[in-house]
């Protein structure tokens, strides 16, 4: 388990087993299981949430979206990683825990 | 044990019959409920009765309301049987929500308490919409359909005044027990005012405040799920099937904030949407 600031570039994000989602009309709404909390992501993490696939790292997601977008890779980069770092706070992510978790015993 | 005791009727999953010392207000409470289902059983019985000066409202060993006042204690009585359907309705997805229905359509209303749930739902009876409950929308996992639940709309004071019609006639005996509440079955409010089972249309968060002018605006259906959502009494128990449940609810439906000062502002609006083709893709 890493904490969401430990997630670098070479991270594999994959949506937690116990996250059940929906795509409505491009927004996606995520259901967290153990706490029976639905959130409705932003854009940003609506998009990242789709493309993250368990096999590909936060680097070829970036160039992915950089070419889609026709942008720069590091300016997608610096989204993508905060959109990364927020969904895994929010416990949505498979192997990362939320600061509180973290700093425990 | 009180004297007397209504019919035993099917609420959701609930089936139950009130027992009051009180033969007037039984009689009262058998009209209020008479749009539920009879059931030749019961599960529970709800009682309300005087005890050493006070009124109790019990279910078994639970407390629902124990003071002086019969019009807090008859408002009690409703929120007892309704918590009871709730807590013994393992079957279907239940929200927060009153809905109506129409030509087989929902509208389905998620709101918090006090945005006028029930004011709204009996405003559109009277104009023709059909009841399907003021205040848990019942929804059957296996269909996605909309089950009726015509427990008695509970109107509170603030809504007498655009609602005067409505009053019960009762027995002089029953009037204090009308202080805070009426209590009005769909099918007093007219004939024909009973929802059948129809299927999701409308997602209508509605919001009542005072002087303002009726405004409609689009809800995004993550919003309209968000809501449903935040309102299911039993998301906890259903988990991500129920959470499924009520996404295809908003998929198959067009969802809107209605925002109104006005009864007739709120009820032009669900109308309007309705006459828009409401969930018709």
């Known amino acids: 388990m890493i904490r969401p600031d430990a997630i670098r570039r070479s991270f594999v994000p994959t949506r937690a087993p116990e996250v059940a989602w929906v795509e409505l009309d491009g927004e996606v709404v995520v259901y967290h299981e153990p706490s029976a909390a639905t959130m409705v992501l932003n854009a940003t993490c609506s998009l990242l949430w789709q493309l993250f696939d368990g096999r590909s790292t936060l680097t070829e997601i970036s160039r992915e979206l950089a070419d889609e977008f026709d942008a720069p890779v590091r300016a997608i980069q610096h989204d993508v990683m905060a959109a990364t770092r927020e969904l895994g706070a929010r416990d949505l992510l498979a192997g990362v825990g939320p600061e509180r978790e973290a700093n425990g015993p | ?36 289902e009879e059931t030749p059983e019961r599960d529970v019985d709800v009682d309300l009765r005087h005890i050493d000066g006070e009124i109790a409202v019990t279910v078994e ?35 927060h929500a009153g809905g109506v229905e129409r030509e087989g359509r929902a509208a389905i209303f998620p709101a918090a308490p ?75 409010i007219r004939e024909g005012g009973i929802g059948r089972t129809c299927t999701p249309a409308l997602v209508i968060v509605p919001r009542y405040d005072a002087g303002a ?38 998929r198959q439906s067009s969802c809107h904030r209605v925002t109104s000062g006005t009864l007739e502002g709120a009820c032009d609006a669900v109308e309007a949407l309705f006459e828009a083709g409401g969930g018709r893709s």
Not at chain 2, 63 to 88: C, D, P
Not at chain 2, 119 to 135: H, I, K, N, P, S
């Open chain 2, 61 to 95: 060993d639970r407390t629902y309301y124990r003071g002086t006042s019969r019009g807090v204690a008859l408002a009690n009585l409703a929120i007892a049987v309704n918590h009871e359907a709730v807590r013994a309705t393992e079957h279907l997805v239940l929200v």
């Open chain 2, 1 to 36: 044990v009180p004297g007397h005791t209504t019919r035993p009727r099917r609420a959701l999953g609930l089936s139950f019959a009130i027992r009051t010392d009180d033969g007037a207000l039984t009689h009262h409470l058998d009209s209020v409920y008479g749009d539920l």
């Open chain 2, 213 to 250: 002018t009726t405004t409609c605006e689009l809800l995004s259906r993550a919003e309209a799920l968000e809501a449903l959502a935040s309102s299911c009494h039993n998301l906890d128990r259903w988990g991500r099937r129920g959470f499924i449940v009520l996404a295809d609810v908003v």
């Open chain 2, 114 to 188: 006090a945005a006028g749930k029930s004011t709204l739902v009996a405003g559109l009876v009277q104009r023709g919409f059909r009841g399907l409950t003021d205040e848990v929308v019942a929804l059957d996992p296996a269909t996605g359909h909309v089950l009726a639940y015509p427990r008695p709309i509970a109107l509170k004071r603030g809504s007498w005044a655009v609602l005067p019609t409505l009053r019960p006639q009762v027995e002089p005996d029953v009037e204090p027990y009308l202080t805070e509440q009426w209590l009005v079955p769909p099918s007093h």
